[in-house]
Nanobody, 118 residues
Framework: VQLQASGGGLVQAGGSLRLSCAAS????????MGWFRQAPGKEREFVAT????????YYSDSVKGRFTISRDNAKNTMYLQMSSLKPEDTAVYYC????????????WGQGTQVTVSS
């Protein structure tokens, strides 16, 4: 599976952005997709994941209530709607796919930069 993330940019605190992650290739073997982020000097952290078949979503505590993950089956695309952005949300955001519930996320996309100014 190949993933292409897009939609990042510079936004003021309190603003919104929508990230997209387009999937191509062997997308049939896909249990879930997720968003992760990595801020400068920090380890990559989980943001949100969506079970592809059911649409059930899970969020980290730091973004719960502010971010919404969704997917469009027809377009093979996952989205992350980010609202009420904070400077601490500044990071490179990556999307990834989980082939089954028993394996790690993989097939990482190239990342898209999100910068939130105060």
């Amino acid at each position: 599976v190949q993933l292409q993330a897009s939609g990042g940019g510079l936004v003021q605190a309190g603003g919104s952005l929508r990230l997209s992650c387009a999937a191509s290739g062997r997308t049939r073997s896909r249990y879930a997709m997720g968003w992760f982020r990595q801020a400068p000097g920090k380890e990559r952290e989980f943001v949100a994941t969506i079970i592809w078949s059911s649409g059930r979503a899970y969020y980290s505590d730091s973004v719960k209530g502010r971010f919404t993950i969704s997917r469009d089956n027809a377009k093979n695309t996952m989205y992350l709607q980010m609202s009420s952005l904070k400077p601490e949300d500044t990071a490179v955001y990556y999307c990834a796919v989980q082939a089954s519930s028993s394996v790690q996320f993989g097939s990482w996309g190239q990342g898209t930069q999100v910068t939130v100014s105060s």
